[in-house]
């Protein structure tokens, strides 16, 4: 998987959010250190939905431009704490092999 996925994956884990606050999530948790662009967030989005990993949800702001709200379906969520836990296998291998 790559980084782009598994990090909105991450933002979605967290709970339903439109495609900015995604974005601003992303960048808010990591500091900083990671950005992610409308240009790349949308068809990652749009590749999740069509897997089924998640669902999306018209919110119609009473006059306002209407957003699509994004959530993780139980397989997406699967996926995403199984991205976790391989995750956590890499980082502490990675640290069993790094000199001290």
Same mark, same amino acid.
């Given at each position: 998987?790559?980084? #782009?996925?598994?990090? $909105?994956?991450?933002?979605?884990?967290? *709970? /339903? !959010?439109h495609g900015y606050e995604i974005s601003k999530y992303i960048e808010e948790r990591s500091r900083g250190f990671f950005r992610m662009p409308f240009g790349t967030l949308y068809p990652i989005l749009?590749?999740?939905?069509?897997? #089924?990993?998640?669902? $999306?949800?018209?919110?119609?702001?009473? *006059? /306002? !431009?209407?957003?699509?709200?994004?959530?993780?379906?139980?397989?997406?969520?699967?996926?995403?704490?199984?991205?976790?836990?391989?995750?956590?296998?890499?980082?502490?291998?990675?640290?069993?092999?790094?000199?001290?």
């Amino acid at each position: 998987m790559n980084r #782009g996925t598994f990090l $909105v994956l991450m933002a979605l884990l967290d *709970g /339903a !959010k439109h495609g900015y606050e995604i974005s601003k999530y992303i960048e808010e948790r990591s500091r900083g250190f990671f950005r992610m662009p409308f240009g790349t967030l949308y068809p990652i989005l749009h590749r999740l939905e069509k897997e #089924g990993n998640v669902k $999306v949800k018209i919110d119609d702001f009473s *006059g /306002a !431009k209407s957003k699509k709200v994004y959530t993780l379906t139980s397989s997406g969520k699967k996926l995403a704490k199984e991205e976790v836990s391989e995750f956590d296998l890499l980082s502490k291998a990675i640290k069993w092999m790094v000199p001290v």
